[in-house]
C-alpha cells in the first residue's frame, strides 16, 4: 500500500501499562497448567487461519506463547483478556502488521486458507488488502467522504478518475460513485452521509468516522477484518450501530475483533479466545461456552470479574 496509507494505519494506541513476564499474574489471578483441549476448538464450516505455535517477543518481551488456534471464515472471533496479554499482538500477526514494529520477533505458522503467510516471498500488499485492519480510534485521512473510499481501490489501480483518466478515456467516475454508494451501504453510513460525500470526513462525529473507516477497509474487498477494541473510544449509541455492522458484515466477511468489553463478546461473537497474563491463549471455544460454561479457573475468574 501506499506510504500514506502505511502511516496512518499503523497508528495505534500506545503500549498501555502491562505485565511484562510470564511468571507475573495479574492480581488475583491464580497460576492454572492450561490444557490443549481447552484451546482445541472444533467447528463446522471452513477453516480461514490456522494459527500454529505462534510466539511474539519484544526484545525479551515474551508477549505471546505458543498460541495455536484455528479461527473459521464468516463469522465473529472475539478475542479477550486483560490489558498486556498479547490481544493486539495476536490480531497484528494474522496480516502481517508487526512487521512494522522493528522489535517484534514472530515465530510460528500462521495460514490464511492453507498458505503460510511468513513465508519468504509472501506480498504483503496483497496480505493486507484480503485482510484488513480497523483499530481503535477511528483514523479517516484528511480527505472527502468519497475519496477516503476510493483511495484504495484508486492506488491498486482499480479505478481510475480525474482530468488525466478523462482525457484518457478511461474515467471511472461512475464505477467509483457505485463503489462508494455500496461501501457506504454496506457499512450502514450511506443515509447519513449520501448528500455530503465532497466534505471533508474529520467532520464527521467519532461514530461516522469509525464506520467511514470500515467502508475503507471494504472498499478493496477483503476477505478478513481485523478489528482492535473498534468501539471502545464511542459512545454506547455509536457502539451499538458498530456492533450490529460487525454482525451483517459476518455474513460475507471473516471479523476477529479484540475487546475488553466482556458483554459486547458475548454479544457478538460467535466463538471467543480468552488470552491470559504472560501472553497464553487459556481457553478457546463457542462463545456461550466460554460465557457460561468454561473449563479453565482462570478463565471463569476473569469473566466473572475477579481479576483483569
Ligand atoms: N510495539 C511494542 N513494542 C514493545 N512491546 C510491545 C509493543 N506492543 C505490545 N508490547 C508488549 O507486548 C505485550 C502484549 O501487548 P498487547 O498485544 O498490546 O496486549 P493487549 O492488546 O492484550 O493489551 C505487553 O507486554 C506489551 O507491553
Ligand atoms: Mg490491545
Known amino acids: 500500500m501506499s506510504s500514506e496509507i502505511d502511516s496512518t494505519e499503523t497508528e495505534e494506541e500506545p503500549a498501555t501499562s502491562t505485565t511484562d513476564s510470564s511468571s507475573v499474574t495479574t492480581t488475583g489471578e ?17 477453516t480461514k487461519f490456522s494459527v500454529t505455535d505462534l510466539d511474539v517477543w519484544y526484545g525479551d518481551d515474551h508477549a505471546l506463547q505458543s498460541v495455536s488456534m484455528d479461527i473459521p471464515e464468516k463469522s465473529v472471533t472475539a478475542l479477550i483478556g486483560p ?6 499482538t495476536f490480531l497484528r500477526c494474522l496480516n502481517r502488521m508487526n512487521d512494522r514494529i522493528k522489535a517484534a520477533e514472530v515465530d510460528g505458522t500462521v495460514e490464511l ?5 511468513y513465508q519468504d516471498g509472501t506480498n504483503l500488499v496483497e496480505l493486507r488488502k484480503r485482510v484488513g485492519m480497523v483499530f481503535q480510534h477511528p483514523n479517516p485521512f484528511p480527505k472527502s467522504i468519497k475519496d477516503n473510499i476510493s483511495y ?11 482530468l488525466f483518466a478523462r482525457l484518457l478515456g478511461r474515467d471511472d467516475t461512475e464505477e467509483e460513485l457505485e463503489l462508494v454508494e455500496r461501501c457506504l451501504k454496506q457499512s450502514a453510513l450511506w443515509d447519513e452521509v449520501n448528500d455530503r460525500l465532497d466534505d471533508n470526513a474529520l467532520g464527521l ?7 467511514l473507516c470500515i467502508a475503507r477497509c471494504l472498499a478493496v474487498d477483503p476477505e478478513v477484518i481485523l478489528m482492535d477494541e473498534p468501539a471502545s473510544a464511542l459512545d454506547p449509541i455509536a457502539t451499538a450501530k458498530i456492533e450490529d455492522l460487525i454482525d451483517d458484515l459476518s455474513e460475507d466477511y471473516t471479523v476477529v475483533v479484540v475487546t475488553h468489553n466482556m ?29 457460561e460454561n468454561p473449563e479453565s479457573q482462570r478463565v471463569e475468574d476473569y469473566i466473572t470479574g475477579k481479576f483483569g
Open 30 to 46: 491464580s497460576q492454572e497448567k492450561i490444557q490443549d483441549e481447552w484451546t482445541d476448538y472444533e467447528f463446522d464450516g471452513e
Open 83 to 88: 490489558s498486556g496479554c498479547g490481544k493486539s
Open 113 to 117: 486458507d492453507g498458505m503460510d503467510i
Open 152 to 162: 484504495g481501490p484508486r492506488k491498486h489501480g482499480d479505478i481510475d478518475t480525474g
Open 205 to 211: 462525529s467519532g461514530g461516522q468516522q469509525q464506520r
Open 263 to 291: 458483554q459486547q463478546a458475548a454479544r457478538i461473537s460467535d466463538q471467543t479466545a480468552v488470552f491470559l497474563t504472560g501472553g497464553e491463549l487459556a481457553e478457546y471455544d463457542d462463545t456461550d461456552k466460554i460465557f
